[in-house]
């Protein structure tokens, strides 16, 4: 199951310093994730200050 990143977002950048495959971008207001290249791993969910990142 994918990830997906809330509306905390603070557009910090952490998360896509984490994702091993590089499934996140950055979007018009906030960080995205790629369901289709997401691994699952949540890597970037655990290096998420602000707890904005889940499981879909």
Known sequence: M???IGDACISCG???ET??????????TQ???????CIS???CAA???VEAISEE
């Open 31 to 37: 960080y995205n994730i790629d369901a289709d290249q």
């Open 19 to 28: 994702c091993p495959v590089g499934a996140i971008s950055q979007g018009d």
């Open 47 to 49: 290096g998420c200050p």
């Open 14 to 16: 952490s998360c896509a």
């Open 2 to 4: 994918a990830y997906k």
């Open 41 to 43: 791993c949540g890597a």
